[in-house]
């Protein structure tokens, strides 16, 4: 099953007192959209961000894209260290046109 992982770095907000920047954190994957998958997703989510939890995580389905079309989409936003995060693509703007999320 094909998965992407995308970090949205926010430039239009501000830092937060420790220094880390707003970010957007997409995660999708070509599943089910069962309560199991969902959850399952999370816990691959908080392996590299365990910060985010479970009342600040999003759901969505793609419902228009060339690539992802129906996957399942997990969002979380927080503030989160500059640096790297191999498993992830990092983008300087949000996904602009790449899908549409429902």
């Not at 770095?9 to 954190?25: F, M, Q, S």
Request: glycine share 6%.
């Amino acid at each position: 099953m094909a998965t992407y992982q995308y970090i949205y770095w926010r430039n239009d907000l501000p830092r937060n007192k420790e220094g880390e920047r707003c970010a957007n954190v997409h995660l999708l994957k070509d599943y089910d959209s069962s309560l199991t998958a969902i959850a399952r997703m999370a816990r691959l989510l908080r392996k590299t961000f365990p910060q985010a939890k479970n009342s600040e995580i999003s759901v969505g389905k793609v419902t228009r894209s060339t690539y992802v079309y129906s996957f399942v989409v997990i969002m979380w936003t927080g503030h989160i260290p500059e640096g790297d995060y191999p498993e992830w693509d990092q983008k300087l703007d949000g996904p602009k046109g790449a899908y549409t999320i429902s």
